[in-house]
């Protein structure tokens, strides 16, 4: 990045000479320096699932969740600044509540990434803001069946099978290319998930983590929940013995 | 009456500015609140009774499936029994429109207070009565009341929770209650075969309680019908029934004289 | 109704603040002082670190918030606050500084509702403003549901206040720091709110100047707290605020307040049956310091420095 200093990056209502928005830029770079977030959109529903790093010991196990719930059939989680991702969070909710006021029936994921991504690009234009430093995974199963989003500090967004964001987003992309993901039932993408985690979580740079991991599917009734303990300790046993064989 | 022909048929010049004189002195108004703004005289819709009481396990609750137009007999397979979160089952008499608001409201309220959060800290029988109780009591404090009267069943914590809140925001708790008519028909005969009671009813013998209340409310009650539901609330959790069909008899009706056209 | 989102013009404060003409000049005198034709003052911005760090709508090239790590800065400035909790207590200990020997000492901790109580760490009033706020959700919450606050989401509402502060221009990232406890249905718990808009749950921690003396010794304890009783709770608490003191200070009657949640231990003499929040300061402290043990060995662990020497960045 050349043009750093050079005044034409201390606002988001600033275009560089070449046409570049720097902050937007920079708010990406918040987005890149936080534990990896993934989703994966599968045959009968999505899984989430995130490396929560964990910056002390003396925090509650469980406690300080990353995962959140929008409506009763979406979920979401960020990576980035943590204050932002609770900002989108709630922003989420009001848009799925006022769709729900307008048409009295529950909102698509598109329609929730749309209205996300809106709401997020108009923090661009304005010096008197800055972006959000978040991106954003939403997923969830509609009248439409599954869908699975992105919305990035622009605004941008899109849909995806399988996502990740965060520090090992490129590593777990490859991971989730290896993936037969349309035909997956969500029970076996909370394995793929899990293990996924695992790979990406670089234990010699990085503090300690926690997997946090949701679910949406035919086993949920179509609602957005936490993966049960059990199935959640199964998937954390199987991906640490693959790390093991792996390495 | 306007008197010029000329204009029959036509926009009044007070909502619509036909020579587009705007922004001159005279402009249309938009009716606004200094001529005075009129809210609900009356509910519309109409359900009739919701009945109540407290026995052994839990907490029941009944009422039929009409919602009637006047006297009409409008729409016959009304719900008008509706679950809230894990813990409260609630009942509407009156205004049906604004029952149907009333559940709109409070499954948001699900959605922000539990859906939402997920973290334990669900709302009982007594928050949402609280909650209904304060949006009623605004509505009407507001000169805008949601026409209704509620009956809040719950049960939590080995607790049972009873209670009653209505239009005006008047609330109160009882081990019987009933809504509408049916606090005039149907309360005497729930106290008498209730009270003193709660701790042994079983449900069975409550729910023969209550098909008597709702049959004598039907052969009394000329807005209600034969067709209900009864809902339970207890450990178990929340249940309620399909529509159910109360078994009557007529035959007495050939005895009766003095009444309509028999002529003896 | 909470949300009503779309009938309101939700970014009218984006729109009028983007008026304002003054950041206009500012960026202008940042990338070019020598197109004014005025005489420039001193730029203002010399004396920080760079050019990112003068305004909280500003990212840095790394992607961080420097008006919001000041604030975190300003936390430290505070004098420090342990809190800590077991199965059925949770306790704030605090240090009150005094600015002299005919002054009174410093308040510390604050009542929010009969289930929650705060210690702060850093601009006082702006705690005063948090702290109301919170009473006013606490009190609402009994209005609306007859129900105490839950308190993981009382600590959420000023996370979230606090967030706005640090995205918005012409504000400024509160300066202060909170260490919340509180009881409900799902017993005791303790969290920490910080200026960027986080809330964590911990078993123990602390804040304010040289808290991480006292959070090392919290980290080394801390596996036993679960199932201590009061008087224990207390003691460890008091041997981590001990840590945050200068040498040759100790901790007295007068400097010292204790904020507790749970069942009356037994040098309590009135407390609520439910356990209500209180704050023990002056003669009634004197049974817990009496408890406390003497330092170890006071030369081997040497003091850390007094600053810059903790983790400053927001969290990720």
Not at chain 3, 232 to 245: K, M, P, Q, V
């Amino acid at each position: 990045m050349t043009s750093i200093g050079t005044g034409y990056d201390l606002s988001a209502s600033t275009y560089s000479p070449d046409g570049r928005i720097f902050q937007v830029e920079y708010a990406n770079k918040a987005v890149e320096n936080s534990g990896t977030a993934i989703g994966l959109r599968v045959k009968d529903g999505i899984v989430l699932a995130v490396e929560k790093l964990v910056h002390s010991k003396l925090l509650v196990p469980g406690a300080n969740r990353r995962i959140s719930t929008v409506d009763r059939h979406v979920g979401l989680t960020t990576a980035g600044l943590l204050a932002d991702g609770r900002h989108i969070t709630g922003q989420a909710r009001k848009e799925a509540q006022v769709f729900r006021q307008w048409h009295r029936t529950p909102a698509t994921l598109k329609i929730i990434a749309d209205r996300l991504g809106a709401y997020i690009q108009m923090y661009t234009l304005y010096s008197s803001v800055r972006p959000f430093g978040v991106s954003t995974i939403v997923g969830g199963v509609d009248k439409t069946g599954p869908g699975l989003y992105v919305v990035e500090p622009s605004g941008v967004y899109y849909g995806y099978h399988g996502a990740a964001i965060g520090k090992g987003r490129q590593l777990a992309k490859n991971e989730l290319e290896k993936l037969n993901l349309t035909e997956l039932s969500t029970r076996e993408a909370v394995f793929e998930a899990a293990r996924i985690i695992y790979l990406v979580h670089d234990d010699a740079k990085e503090k300690e983590f926690e997997l946090e991991m949701s679910w949406i599917g035919d086993e949920t009734n179509g609602l957005h929940v936490p993966v049960p303990k059990d199935l959640h300790d199964e998937a954390e046993q199987r991906a640490k013995d693959a790390l093991e064989n792996f390495e | 009456m306007d008197h010029f022909p000329t204009n029959w048929g036509r926009p009044n010049y007070n909502t619509f500015d036909a020579h587009a004189t705007y922004p001159l002195h005279v402009h249309p108004q938009p009716s606004s609140s200094a001529d005075g703004v009129q809210h609900t005289q009356q509910p519309i819709v109409t359900g009739t009774s919701v009945l109540a009481l407290k026995y052994k396990d839990g907490i029941m609750l009944a009422a039929d499936n009409l919602a009637s137009y006047g006297s009409l007999a409008r729409f016959k397979g009304v719900q008008r029994l509706q679950a809230v979160g894990d813990y409260t089952i609630i009942g509407a008499s009156g205004d049906m429109a604004d029952f149907q608001y009333l559940q709109y409201i409070l499954d948001n309220l699900i959605i922000s207070e539990e859906i939402n959060p997920q973290d334990g800290h669900k709302l009982g029988p007594s928050e949402v009565h609280e909650y209904l109780s304060q949006l009623l009591y605004a509505r009407r404090s507001r000169m805008n009341p949601l026409w209704n009267s509620v009956l809040v069943g719950g049960f939590r914590d080995g607790q049972r929770f009873l209670a009653y809140v209505d239009l005006l925001g008047t609330t109160y708790k009882a081990s019987t209650l009933a809504t509408g008519y049916g606090a005039y028909i149907a309360q005497p005969l729930l106290r008498k075969a209730v009270e003193g009671k709660e701790d042994t009813l079983t449900e069975d013998e409550a729910r023969k309680i209550m098909e008597d209340c709702l049959r004598v409310l039907f052969y009394r009650d000329a807005r209600s019908i034969n067709q209900y539901q009864i809902a339970t609330i207890s450990a178990a959790g929340a249940s309620i029934s399909g529509s159910l069909k109360l078994e009557t008899s007529w035959g007495f009706a050939e005895g009766i004289r003095g009444y309509g056209g028999q002529t003896q | 109704m909470r949300y009503q989102s779309h009938d309101v013009d939700e970014f009218a404060h984006v729109r009028i603040a983007s008026y304002w003409p003054r950041r206009v000049s500012a960026v202008g005198t940042r990338v070019q002082p020598s197109v004014l034709s005025t005489p420039s003052p001193p730029p203002l911005f010399s004396m920080f670190r760079n050019t990112y760090d003068s305004d909280n709508t500003v990212f840095s090239p790394q992607g961080r918030l420097h008006q919001v790590e000041y604030a975190l800065e300003a936390v430290k400035q505070g004098s420090a606050a342990v809190g800590l909790r077991s199965k059925t207590h949770a306790v704030l200990l605090a240090l009150k500084r005094s600015t002299g020997e005919l002054a009174s000492y410093q308040q510390k901790m604050i009542r929010i509702d009969d289930h929650v109580g705060i210690a702060i760490a850093g601009l006082t009033s702006d705690a005063r403003v948090l702290s109301n706020f919170m009473r006013q959700q606490a009190m609402s919450s009994r209005m609306t549901f007859n129900r105490p606050v839950p308190v993981n989401r009382l600590v959420s509402t000023i996370a979230d206040k606090a967030q706005v502060n640090t995205q918005e221009y012409g504000r400024r990232p509160y300066g202060v720091g909170f260490l919340v406890i509180g009881q409900d249905h799902t017993g005791p718990h303790l969290y920490e709110f910080s200026p960027s808009g986080t809330s964590f749950e911990y078993y123990a921690i602390s804040i304010g100047a040289r808290s991480q003396s006292a959070k090392t010794y919290l980290e080394k304890h801390y596996e036993s707290f679960a199932d201590s009783n009061l008087e224990d709770l207390i003691r460890h608490g008091l041997h981590a605020l001990r840590e945050t003191l200068q040498q040759d200070k100790e901790l007295t009657i007068n400097n010292t307040s204790i904020g507790i949640i749970g069942p009356k231990g037994p040098h309590e003499k009135v407390v609520s049956e439910e356990g209500s929040f209180r704050i023990l300061e002056g003669e009634p402290i004197d049974v817990y310091l009496k408890t406390m043990e003497a330092k170890a060995a006071p030369e081997a662990a040497a003091p850390p420095p007094a600053v810059g020497d903790e983790d400053v960045q927001m969290a990720e």
